[in-house]
């Protein structure tokens, strides 16, 4: 319950919904006792007028409707004609219609401030339940790529989704049935008390001992959907494992393997929901059985009361009605115990997200233009989750205008260099200077806005290819600033090769891009922002060395005046630039340009070498 308190900003943020939904409900609840009073009244008039009318002494007048007109002040004797048998036939039929008339009135009264509860409580769950995922979304776009690696995908999306839902069933169903349970019980009480205090405590027994056991089956029908929940969970990722991966499966002639193991699967699915279902099949017989034991001992303890004078048969029937109505609030007891503790247990994993510290927060007001000026002083960076020192004291600096290029083996620190300019990670040690101010004094997400970054593994999203290459814009871009960008990264031609242009859907539901298009795709994305700092991780992998000459000097011309940091394994990508890094093993092994590197012999050379006698190889 402690957990669940974090949800009181949220109730009372939604008070007016909240004391509203808590009034309809005493008043549903109120319509509601009034009901089985008057199926008494109707039970013991008949058995008094029939009595009357069988000792045939007209004209008569039955005692009830004489007490009910002193109870109310009224005056209906003379409107009520007991002469003759006929007419005591027509007026007994008359009040009977009038009675059922007003049960079905108290009944639609009813209905109506029900419709009322659910649509005050019911809609403020929902609408937290709203908050809740956009508080869960914010703070997980406030989280750190670290905090990503830490956690995988399935459990973020749970939290959010699987999680928050049960949430929401304490916030709404929880919340209702509880407040509808506290009035209904003390209305209902008092209503019965004031008619025999005995028979209310029999009849009430076996209540709370359905309460109990329906919290026991519930926790045990919880367990068992949890479990049915996780195999359920597994098949998808099978499933989709399988799909996304059918090319290597066919390749490899792997479908018999996968169609055995997923039968198996399936036969485990198949026998945790058996387990459930036999479980959940125990729910109703107990509600039913309880009720049942209630309503003998109501017939029986009343049919003997009824016998000593001491209630009427109308009570009895009144009191098969109390017990009906309890009965399902009270199974609701238990059923809301364990939907608190499933809450609860939620709000705890929820909490443990919304409680992370960001790693990198901005912690500046004020946004300024940055000229594009980087300079690393001793920085060393070591990834905490697997304790890879990836980048030791690292120094350079590189002059807005300028190209830095990074070269080096696989796994030598290239990509954490980018990262850190773009202050996706922090460094442990050594400082990084943006126009001569440290990266952290800087406005955070200003700062990023004013880089262009070209990742190693490019992402596009399931939109059009015009949104993916705005994507990064806060204004709607021009058709022909999109063509510009596109045409800067080789690429306009084969876009308009597609049959719809630029609103040609890439992703799961459109068309596939080859990798050398989905990485120009990334660089226009990058191009159009005209960022003060352009990072290209890798980006010309993927492209020919054509291609790669004609971007490179569309690269010149729009980043003139501006900072470009190229990544690359090709000598070819970096011999312009004006700074050449060469990183082995997180550690600069050499500095220069692409002469002063050659004549240094070392590595880069011998990069070099090998570089050109492939080209000569491929060529011949
Ligand atoms: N998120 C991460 N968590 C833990 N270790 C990482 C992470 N990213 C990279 N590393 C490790 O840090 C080292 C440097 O990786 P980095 O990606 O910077 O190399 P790289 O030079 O860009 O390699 P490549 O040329 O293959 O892209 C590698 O040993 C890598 O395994």
């Known amino acids: 319950m402690k957990e669940l308190a974090y949800l009181n900003k949220y109730f009372w943020k939604y008070r ?25 009244f109707a039970f013991d008039l008949v058995k008094e007028a029939t009595q009357l009318y069988k000792a045939g002494s007209f004209p008569f007048y039955p005692n009830i409707l004489a007490d009910f007109e002193k109870n109310w002040g009224l005056t209906l004797k003379e409107s009520l004609d007991f002469s003759s048998s006929e007419a005591a036939l027509k007026t007994v039929g008359f009040l009977a219609v009038i009675l059922g008339a007003s049960y079905f009135v108290v009944y639609l009264v009813k209905g109506v401030f029900l419709f009322f509860t659910r649509q005050t409580i019911i809609i403020m769950s929902r609408n937290i339940e709203y908050d809740l995922k956009n508080e869960i979304f914010d ?48 209305f209902t009480i008092t209503f019965m008390l004031q008619v025999n205090v005995e028979l209310t405590l029999y009849v009430l027994a076996p209540l709370p001992i359905m309460s109990v056991l329906i919290y026991y089956v519930s926790t045990i029908i919880n ?18 494992e399988a799909f996304s991966g059918i090319r290597v499966l066919k390749a490899y002639t792997r479908e018999q ?62 009191f098969v009605i109390y017990v009906n109505m309890l009965t399902w609030p009270f199974a609701a007891v238990g059923w809301v115990t364990s939907l608190i503790q499933r809450a609860s247990a939620s709000m ?46 690292v120094s350079f600096e590189i002059n807005s205008g300028e190209v830095l290029a990074v070269v080096g083996r696989t796994g030598s620190g290239k990509s954490t260099l980018a990262n850190l300019i ?59 600033e999109i063509e510009q960008a596109a045409k800067d990264a080789h690429i306009l031609e084969n876009i308009q090769g597609f049959k719809k242009g630029f609103d040609t859907i890439l992703g799961e539901r459109g068309i596939t891009l080859s990798g050398g298009q989905k990485q120009r795709v990334s660089i226009a994305r990058a191009i159009i922002k005209k960022p003060k700092i352009l990072i290209f991780d890798d980006s010309l992998s993927a492209v020919d060395t054509e291609t790669e000459e004609t971007i490179l000097s569309n690269l010149k011309r729009i980043m003139k005046g501006r900072t470009s940091v190229l990544i690359s394994h090709r000598i070819s990508t970096v011999k312009h630039a004006d700074k050449i890094i060469v990183l082995e093993n997180g550690s600069i092994a050499e500095i220069g340009n692409h002469q002063s590197l050659l004549n240094k012999n070392g590595i880069y050379a011998e990069m070099h070498q090998q570089q050109l006698l492939e080209g000569v190889k491929e060529a011949s």
């Open 139 to 186: 703070q997980y776009q406030k989280l750190s790529p670290a905090f990503y690696k830490r956690n995988n995908t399935g459990d973020l999306m749970n939290r959010i989704s699987e999680d928050v839902s049960q949430v929401r069933m304490y916030l709404g169903p929880g919340v209702m049935y509880t407040i509808n349970l506290i009035f209904l019980f003390l």
């Open 348 to 393: 705890r994993r929820i909490k443990e997200f919304l409680n992370t510290e960001p790693e990198i927060v901005n912690t500046v007001e004020e946004e300024q233009e940055i000229e594009g000026n980087i300079s690393f002083k001793n920085v060393s960076f070591t990834y905490p989750e697997s304790g890879i020192n990836a980048l030791k004291n």
């Open 223 to 240: 367990r068992k959907t949890k479990y049915k929940q996780e195999q359920q969970s597994y098949l998808s990722t099978l499933v989709q």
């Open 16 to 40: 007016v919904k909240f004391f509203l939904g808590i009034l309809f409900i005493v008043f549903t609840n109120l319509f509601a006792v009034y009901s089985p009073r008057i199926v008494r």
């Open 257 to 318: 393997v996968f169609a055995e193991n997923f039968k198996g699967e399936c036969e485990e699915y198949k026998r945790r929901s058996l387990d459930l279902v036999k479980v959940d099949a125990l729910f109703f017989p107990i509600i039913l059985l309880l009720i049942g034991l209630s309503t003998i001992i109501t017939v029986y303890i009343g049919g003997m009361k009824s016998f000593a004078g001491e209630v009427t048969l109308g009570n009895i029937a009144e």
């Open 422 to 480: 773009g202050r996706l990670f922090e460094p442990q040690e050594g400082s990084i200077e943006i126009d001569g101010l440290d990266i952290r004094s800087h406005h955070l997400f200003n700062l990023r806005s004013q880089i262009g970054y070209v990742p190693q593994d490019v992402f596009l999203f399931s939109d059009t290819i015009a949104n993916n290459i705005s994507f990064g814009l806060k204004y709607k871009a021009e058709k022909e």
